[in-house]
């Protein structure tokens, strides 16, 4: 018998929780799903403490565990560092990680604070490294097959797009006042959860160009442990018109506390040909209508991922089976790997992320202010 | 054998064209549909001349015919007088037939031009009977489950809604410059149709309070028959954020050249404890979730039109079997007799009419300003 | 002013419950919505008694009333009779009215005996008069869209077809014992309602070559008001295999016990070049899959109902604002109409509907044998 | 830095194709997403040449690779064997492989021939090791809600069961003759995948009693390679009138020939108190009715899977996000464990995939006879 033997990137992990199990799962199955990468060596894995670190290295495959994270961006065998800590910390991390010659994979959002989201970019930008985030959806084969379609010019030049995204985890008005509703931990709606919004569009689009923003709290108080209640110091609704760059304008609207949406993301592009749809909670859908052919049998098409929309048929070769959530991640580890090799691939680079912050920032500025707010481009 | 005899309502009929049909199938529609009044004696029909309106009386069953809209408004034999003509003449002719004591059913919106809603609605105020406008979405039974379960406070305190309405009639840029894109029209979208979306609104919600609007114009210009184009004066797609005077922040967006839209009216009307959504192109669903129960089993429940909402029973015993479009109008037809009556009945007359046109117009003037406008209290 | 006139077809309806209501819709509808027929002068309508005949004969705006319906059919200003009285009196009075020379609308099934059924074809045959039965579904644009697609050949040769049609007006356990659990009242689901089912499979496809069936009872028992139970005689569900004349295969299967589904009418049918699906839930609506074009942008379209399928058009202008179950009667209404002026037609004449009758008793003796049953040809 | 370790269980796999990579991503991912098992050690890895074998194991990442299957089955290092070759080298593997002490994970079906399957049973009786099928759809989060709500009765006794099962691999008419339209591939559509049918069947309701089989070919011949047609052998479509040992009535109905259909099962349970719908397309989707409540708010829910749907949270801990086809294969993988550990788990062992062969056998039999056909009890 043969020995396996693995030539592939050493990766360190920072983080085990929701995005850092995401990521180990990620490293495991890059290889065996798409076949021409390496296997890459799980290196060293950093949590909280040595033993959580121990026993999440041994549940994930990763030789080795610390719970310093430093010394694992510094470790020679490591070439790749996932951070999936929270976003305070991704700053420092990355920065860190790129000045000792690392490829980042860090998540989204870059950072509560603009001026963190920029040494982060100029950091990128220094080190010649890659330096991606954890924008996951648009790596989701419809999500690809829409921007193919708009690529294309199937659509027609795109004159209006919609994004919903809402989901119910503040929908409780009597859920306790927890991190959430505190303004240290941002805006509310529209940073948490809305930065893929804006990752969609931007991908699929161009970027925003201007926006007018509005921003909402369905509950102004919440109770506190001890029995009194607290004002409510962030958005859990956040909803902008905008005009992107393209000259296309649009909606956008954010809603955490929207009951009985799960995952929604609710994409609606027009463009003079026809029209693409997208929900999010029907994950391996998406709607074509195409102004072609006879009118009585025009409709929107359901169209099935499935092998010809790649790279679903590195999971499963048959169509209609579904992919999941997780596997847009491998897809997303799959790209990094290919911008790293220097091929042909699709992400959010810190360049780009930035772009989203400074939108973000936007709409949270012309709902202060009641008025448009030109987006600032990036890197300015 | 015994004849049958009527001692209902006269009833004088402008319009033979979509909406005059719809009036003219109602009037003929009401009595057998709901039993429970004298049928309507169908009198007079006016139309452009006299031979179109001895043709359409025919087909409609009126017993006279008339090329003379003043005639009919003051013959004794019509107590009712539905409008149907384009939205210019509305205003004349209304207030005429007010004058003359007559009730009035005239079509949305009330008038281009907000003076002469204002007249409108003070001519109805003056003369002491109903007057009442064709917005018949709101008499769906499914909507009016909708109103039932808000008002019975099953979705809690609403603080969010959405109303996309979007068809295709616009939709191809190529389409000749017509009366709609002339600024002669209106704004465009915003008035055309989204008036629709605003009756929903105030009727299931209450008044809008404020506003800030966008207007865009997918295609800057449309070829004219003589081989050149000409530059589109009105906006085919209009989006305003909203706040109610509830307190509820909400987005609305009209799109006229959404391909593949046909009738949708997408209504999402979120609230402490539940969710409401509606969808005009599944006419006979409404989509509703409660946070109640076992967490394991909630989910959004398709709730199919049937006898216990009233009145889709007096059309049809079975549930599931689905009213149409001209249904309303009948339903519409039942709430105006009622009010006549004196009876309970859910309308949007005169004055609630002109709230809309307030609104329409706080839109528009919003988009030109780029800020947020107040909504003028009507009849202020 | 000129005062109009009728001299449309003279109308008798036998009936005022769920389907003489219906009737009388139509015959007041027609004219309005086509416009290209004479307004019908509907003269006499029957009731049970004749207080209950002049009080619907007024709602319903006939000209005279009575409770002898063989006046009715008799009465020489009656041209067509509509029967919409319970199955088992459609034998008599619809071999008299023929015998009178009047054309007859009788709704579906023909009668719960088989000979019955076999005596009003004979008689139909025999007069020379249209006679054609309630089967409405037919009717529905989309459905007509259905046929047409099929015609043409667009889902080329069809090999396997299914139907299921499911009601929960039988579902709760504990509902008393009614006529529709006895014996008197037929075989169960599949008399009851399942016929409309083979309507849509004749329409579509042409008949049923042979079956093998199988029923059931969900419930052995119902309670009665005497506080015991009583067995239950007819079977809720019933199911069968089929094979088509044409070489199709298929399934059926009608279960009026069956919790939650309300008019669902499921049709899926299956060529070499496509594929066709219909809900009559969602009754403006049908799903077309055709193998053509890229395979990344096949999929199954859903066609909303517009003007393109006609006759949609003559009651609504606007595409995808809903027809609903009475407007099918409407269109009924017209194609009797066309087939009394000796127009195409589409319509299940007596003789089609024979054919009706004679499948469901082979599916019935089929399950009682246990075995495949050839379907009697119509008339044989 | 700590060095992690495994102490879990020695893997053996054969085969990389379709399946093969899935049992890969199973023992590379139950570990990470569960975290309460030893990570198993990918022992070794078996493909038909000893090249292919070494690069597989690479991307998989096993140990050690080989083309001897009876090497790998007799390594000591190897305490479970994933068998995901073709169905006719299963028994023979399988049955080695249980001999030599190994627990068995077989892809489904069983075996061609019953006799095998037989075989497969008494063998894995008498080893006292774990021997379990690939039927990966029962461990769908969403179908183990609708079994959960089963057995707690939500739905009360259930009395009719429907599956559809439809794909489009073989619609074409003019895809040439291959493998699958031989008859020693087995009848067709039935076993190749309406097995599955049958393992939701009989897991979410029990054993199929007895069944009236049809099986019908679309298409008679195929092109071949050499210009001419051959005839098709096989049965791309199959049904079947169904009775299960609890009573309950039903049908199936399967179908690889279904143009548009990719990955549709379709899985309708009626009970006396409610209903539940899942469509396999829809993954992540489960439709619930239950007769309870008022019911002007009765209709299908549609429940997303979500935490609350074990082991859902394992992958994702935010509802609505999807699990994906692979993810069931690690699900699966989780059950073995515990069943190796003796531990409660949701599996299709050997005994109870040799009802699902007797199924199959008595439909297939009672389709060429044309009469009912009893299920012979398993082991009998």
Redesign the interface.
């Given at each position: 018998?043969?020995?396996?033997?693995?030539d592939g990137l050493g990766i360190g992990l920072i983080g085990t929780g929701?995005m850092g199990?995401?990521h180990?799962?990620a490293w495991?199955?890059v290889?065996?799903?798409f076949?021409d990468v390496?296997?890459p060596r799980l290196a060293?894995l950093c949590d909280a403490t040595?033993d959580l670190?121990?026993r999440h290295?041994?549940?994930?495959?990763?030789?080795?565990?610390?719970s310093d994270w430093r010394?694992l961006v510094e470790d020679p065998d490591v070439d790749v560092v996932s951070i999936t800590t929270p976003n305070a910390l991704h700053a420092e991390m990355a920065i860190h990680a790129l000045r000792c010659g690392k490829h980042v994979w860090c998540e989204k959002p870059m950072a509560p604070a603009l001026a963190d989201a920029e040494r982060m970019a100029a950091a990128a930008r220094a080190s010649g490294r890659v330096a991606v985030l954890g924008y996951n959806y648009i790596q989701n084969p419809v999500v690809r097959?829409m921007k193919a379609?708009i690529d294309e010019g199937?659509l027609?030049p795109v004159?209006?797009v919609?994004i919903?995204m809402d989901?119910?985890?503040m929908?409780?008005?009597e859920a306790p006042f927890s991190l959430k509703s505190g303004a240290s931990s941002g805006y509310g709606a529209l940073d948490d959860f809305g930065v893929h919004g804006f990752s969609l569009i931007q991908t699929l689009l161009g970027p925003v160009a201007r926006a007018?923003g509005?921003m909402?709290k369905?509950?102004p108080d919440r109770p506190t442990g001890a029995g009194s209640r607290r004002p409510v110091e962030t958005a859990d609704?956040a909803?902008?018109?905008i005009e992107l760059e393209s000259g296309a304008?649009g909606?956008v609207?954010f809603?955490r506390?929207?009951?009985?949406?799960?995952?929604?993301i609710f994409v609606q592009v027009?463009?003079?040909?026809?029209?693409l749809v997208f929900d999010?909670?029907?994950?391996?859908?998406v709607q074509?209508?195409?102004?072609e052919g006879a009118?009585?049998?025009?409709?929107?098409?359901?169209?099935?991922a499935?092998p010809?929309?790649a790279p679903y048929g590195q999971?499963?070769?048959?169509?209609?089976?579904?992919?999941?959530?997780?596997?847009l991640k491998v897809i997303e580890c799959r790209e990094l790997i290919a911008r790293i090799q220097g091929k042909p691939s699709l992400s959010v680079d810190f360049e780009a992320g930035l772009r989203i912050e400074h939108t973000v920032h936007a709409v949270a500025a012309s709902a202060r202010q009641?008025?448009?707010v030109q987006v600032a481009p990036a890197g300015a």
């Amino acid at each position: 018998m043969a020995r396996g033997s693995s030539d592939g990137l050493g990766i360190g992990l920072i983080g085990t929780g929701y995005m850092g199990k995401c990521h180990a799962l990620a490293w495991n199955g890059v290889a065996p799903v798409f076949g021409d990468v390496a296997r890459p060596r799980l290196a060293v894995l950093c949590d909280a403490t040595d033993d959580l670190a121990r026993r999440h290295a041994q549940a994930f495959g990763f030789d080795r565990a610390t719970s310093d994270w430093r010394a694992l961006v510094e470790d020679p065998d490591v070439d790749v560092v996932s951070i999936t800590t929270p976003n305070a910390l991704h700053a420092e991390m990355a920065i860190h990680a790129l000045r000792c010659g690392k490829h980042v994979w860090c998540e989204k959002p870059m950072a509560p604070a603009l001026a963190d989201a920029e040494r982060m970019a100029a950091a990128a930008r220094a080190s010649g490294r890659v330096a991606v985030l954890g924008y996951n959806y648009i790596q989701n084969p419809v999500v690809r097959l829409m921007k193919a379609l708009i690529d294309e010019g199937r659509l027609g030049p795109v004159n209006h797009v919609r994004i919903e995204m809402d989901e119910d985890f503040m929908a409780d008005p009597e859920a306790p006042f927890s991190l959430k509703s505190g303004a240290s931990s941002g805006y509310g709606a529209l940073d948490d959860f809305g930065v893929h919004g804006f990752s969609l569009i931007q991908t699929l689009l161009g970027p925003v160009a201007r926006a007018c923003g509005h921003m909402a709290k369905p509950y102004p108080d919440r109770p506190t442990g001890a029995g009194s209640r607290r004002p409510v110091e962030t958005a859990d609704i956040a909803s902008a018109l905008i005009e992107l760059e393209s000259g296309a304008s649009g909606i956008v609207t954010f809603n955490r506390s929207a009951w009985g949406r799960k995952g929604r993301i609710f994409v609606q592009v027009f463009g003079s040909k026809g029209t693409l749809v997208f929900d999010q909670e029907r994950f391996n859908e998406v709607q074509l209508f195409l102004a072609e052919g006879a009118s009585e049998t025009q409709g929107f098409r359901t169209i099935l991922a499935g092998p010809v929309h790649a790279p679903y048929g590195q999971f499963i070769p048959a169509p209609g089976h579904s992919l999941g959530f997780n596997d847009l991640k491998v897809i997303e580890c799959r790209e990094l790997i290919a911008r790293i090799q220097g091929k042909p691939s699709l992400s959010v680079d810190f360049e780009a992320g930035l772009r989203i912050e400074h939108t973000v920032h936007a709409v949270a500025a012309s709902a202060r202010q009641g008025t448009w707010v030109q987006v600032a481009p990036a890197g300015a």
